[in-house]
């Protein structure tokens, strides 16, 4: 436990050096977006809850899948995985306190835009909404994590991640609901994740549903065991340059 | 210390990259691998870090087997990778004060040990820089410097000084040197820094071990004809002994030229030839150890 907190607080001293874009991209930008969320609904805060709890799932999807996922592969360059074997570090603990990291550096504009979505929410689920909203992230950072220990390959990385996060926000009902789809793309929203995550949150949240909740929670249930397992044996996996 | 033997190993697509590859290092020895790009060191070394299977063949740590234990490697083996990676936004103090304090150090200690193992790197003038504006030598050096400053008992350093200067380069060989309680295993290409700091060298060809003892050993080792270079003070005197003599010789306007078949041919001859006609220039390019290993790796004539 010790040494998990030593990485990440060592993951926040290596990213000083960034701290300029990390600043843009992880707070401005993003805080301008829910700005703009806001002023477009001045008046009428019917749709805020709903439009809110997309900034949030998309922002989760986003940082995970474009910054961890990154860090994964990053860690698993065998010049990089020889070196950190000689230090002993396990590879579980490393990829946990870049989990910590950026989940730490989500939570401004998490806790922002939660407490401004339960406030406009008519009857919202005060404990529910936020334990759906830790869960979407879980999901999404074991999803990053298993895609990035997947993948390895650095540069192909660099395209697959931005890609498949823009993809997912964009086929999600993050921003407009499922219903102004026609029925076939609706069909391929039910294969995103972030669709189902977004469908919990939205729930708790009083916004309507278009699949039925429990439906949303056993399919990620399932398949988040199927990713964890997946991922657990990639972490504990001893000679893990044999294929390369 | 490390025993390694009979290790094998061919990867998936059927290439052998390890050809029954015994070594053997003591306690306190410093050991040299040499071999030319694809000799299969890589591969030797990710296998002692458990990243790579064996496909048979033992590797025991203090006599312990790695195979089921890999939990002793990072204990025990501290490590110098061959790329010069760094944390572009740490400095080099951070740097080498983080990984000592992952490693359990802390305190006054720790404080005490950063500073020491970065003076004795020459460190110190650039420590409060960057890793992204650390020229490839200092970057080695820091990790070098880390994987010092551990105390693990055993060192491995791949191409340990590549791409650091003259100065600290000699910095780090007398370290090496010096360390009589380290054990250390270096992989290079710099036969210079093998025969200087090593007790005993391996050489790796087609990831098969094609000779092992000292350095001076292994260029006794090979009959490389001995060349020699004079210019005589009595050319005509000198032309009369070498015609005398079966050696094969040309001769420019001033330099003479002769082969002999060994070494003491040439001493013996040179040790004539002054006391019958004297000697203005003389040179003897004798068999070296640069030259007995890339006898032994096949690149002579690249070289």
């Known amino acids: ?244 | 210390m490390l025993e390694i033997s009979h290790l094998t190993k061919i990867y998936p697509n059927g290439f052998k990259a390890n050809d029954d590859i015994s070594i053997s290092v003591s306690r306190g020895e410093r050991i040299g691998i040499i071999g030319p790009n694809g000799a299969g060191k890589t591969t030797l070394i990710r296998q002692l870090f458990g990243l790579v299977k064996p496909t048979s063949g033992t590797i025991l740590l203090d006599g312990v087997d790695t195979g089921p234990n890999p939990g002793i490697v990072p204990l025990t083996i501290g490590y110098v990778p061959q790329m010069p990676l760094s944390f572009p936004g740490l400095t080099v103090r951070e740097t080498v004060s983080h990984m000592l304090r992952l490693g359990g150090r802390g305190g006054t200690r720790l404080a005490r040990d950063v500073e020491s193992v970065l003076d004795s790197f020459s460190l110190g003038s650039c420590a409060g820089m960057s890793g992204y504006q650390l020229s490839g030598g200092l970057r080695k050096m820091t990790l070098m410097a880390i994987a010092w400053a551990s105390d693990k008992k055993l060192l491995v350093m791949d191409e340990p000084t590549s791409m650091v200067d003259i100065g600290r380069k000699y910095r780090v060989w007398d370290l090496i040197r010096s360390a009589a309680d380290r054990t250390i295993l270096i992989s290079s290409h710099d036969m210079n820094e093998i025969q200087k700091v090593c007790d005993r060298v391996y050489v790796l060809v087609g990831g098969r071990v094609v000779v092992s003892g000292t350095a001076a050993d292994i260029a006794r080792s090979m009959k490389v004809p001995a060349e020699m270079e004079f210019v005589p003070l009595r050319r005509d005197t000198a032309l009369d002994a070498l015609k005398r003599s079966r050696a094969s010789w040309n001769s420019t306007e001033n330099i003479i030229t002769v082969s002999f078949p060994e070494l003491h041919d040439a001493i013996s001859f040179a040790a004539d030839v002054e006391k019958e006609a004297g000697v203005e220039y003389l040179k003897i390019e004798a068999p070296s150890f640069e030259k007995a290993i890339l006898a032994f790796t096949g690149e002579e004539h690249h070289a």
């Open chain 1, 1 to 244: 436990m010790r040494n998990l907190f030593l990485m990440a607080g060592f993951e926040f001293r290596a990213m000083r050096i960034y701290w300029f874009q990390l600043l843009i991209a992880g707070i401005v930008m993003p805080l301008a977006l829910m700005v703009t969320i806001l002023l477009a609904q001045s008046g009428s805060g019917e749709r805020l809850p709903f439009l809110l709890t997309g900034f949030i799932a998309s922002s989760i999807a986003s940082t995970f899948l474009n910054i961890l996922a990154l860090r994964v592969v990053n860690i698993m360059q065998p010049d990089v995985l020889e070196l950190y074997a000689a230090l002993g570090f396990s590879r579980r603990d490393m990829v946990a306190s870049f989990a910590i990291f950026y989940s730490m550096f989500l939570l401004p504009q998490t806790i922002v835009a939660s407490v401004l979505a339960l406030h406009w929410a008519g009857n919202p689920g005060m404990v529910a909404f936020p334990v759906a909203i830790v869960g979407c992230a879980l999901f999404m950072g074991v999803l990053a994590i298993t895609l990035g220990l997947r993948v390895r390959n650095y540069f192909h990385a660099m395209g697959i991640f931005p890609c498949l996060s823009w993809a997912m926000i964009m086929l999600s009902p993050a921003y407009y609901p499922m219903s102004s789809l026609p029925v076939a793309l609706q069909a391929l929203m039910w294969l995103n994740p972030l669709t189902h995550c977004l469908n919990i949150a939205h729930h708790y949240i009083g916004c309507p549903d278009n699949i039925p909740v429990s439906l949303s929670v056993l399919l990620l249930s399932v398949s988040f065991c199927f990713m964890a397992a997946r991922m657990r044996a990639s972490l504990l996996k001893t000679y893990i340059l044999e294929n390369i």
